[in-house]
Each structure stands twice: as C-alpha cells, then as structure tokens.
C-alpha cells in the first residue's frame, strides 16, 4: 500500500470503515477501520490501518490524553513512529517532521511538500508528492485519515 504514489481514502463505508485503494487503477490496497479496545473506558477506540490480502496491520493511531488532542502512530509492532498534534507531525524525539500549510498541502521543515491531499467525489486522494520513506508515508496517512 505505501509503495504506491497515489491513494484514494473511500468515504466511509460504515461508520468505522474506510477502504483505501490506489488512486490510479481504484484497485483496493487496505482498509482503515477504528476498533474497541479492551479497556476501562467504553468508547476507547484506536485506527488500525490493515493491508488488502490477508488483512496484516501496517500501523495504528492511538488518542493520547491530554489537553491537547495528540495521537500516537505506532507500527505494527508496537513501536512509536511520531504523534499527531494538531496540523504536525511529531517525531518520537519531539522533533518536527511536517506541518500542514493549508487544507491542501503537507510540508517538510524546509517547505518542501510532501504530501498534497484533495478531495474528490470518490473521496480523499493523498499524492505522496517527494515523500518516499515508508515510516514518512505512515505518518502522512495517518494524519489524512484522522481529519
């Protein structure tokens, strides 16, 4: 899923379901969808974002509670890749990774753009425009998908 350069986030197919597929050929490469976790708290839910094939989990994207809204992406092994605050996208170490200039265009520390998204009537479409690491394209898509 995140070798390809273009995807399409299908609106929600329920309410805790959105299909993510390539942006050129519409074939379907994953899912997103929030689950229930076991916990104290009933409405405790994290994303999970799972290949197509036989469904094997690439990341998932935590609430971490505090004033602010932040989020936690994790791999799926468990390891921390960065937090989501706000428009930015936080390394493990505190450090800026990309912010969010406009509704439209996601950029690196030094203004390169990384990411572009648009919406479309199928959806959000997100253009990985320089962005080629892997752990990058995680965080780009786990901060689409939590907008």
Do not use: K, N, Q, Y
């Not at 990774?97 to 406009?102: A, L, Q």
Request: with cysteine.
């Amino acid at each position: 899923m995140l070798e390809c350069g273009r995807l399409l986030i299908r609106d929600a197919e329920s309410a805790d379901s959105r299909a993510i597929l390539d942006a050129t050929t519409d074939r379907t490469l994953g899912s997103a969808r929030r689950v229930r976790l076991r916990s104290w708290l009933p409405i405790w839910r994290i994303l999970e974002v799972r290949e197509a094939d036989d469904a094997p989990l690439v990341f998932t994207v935590e609430r971490i509670f505090s004033l602010a809204r932040r989020f936690i992406v994790r791999d799926a092994d468990g390891r921390s890749l960065g937090m989501l605050i706000g428009s930015m996208i936080v390394s493990p170490a505190g450090h800026l990774i990309s912010f969010r200039d406009s509704e439209s265009t996601m950029r690196d520390i030094d203004g390169r753009a990384l990411a572009r998204v648009s919406r479309t009537l199928a959806g959000t479409e997100i253009d990985f425009a320089v962005a080629t690491d892997p752990f990058i394209r995680m965080l780009l898509l786990a901060a689409v998908l939590r907008s």
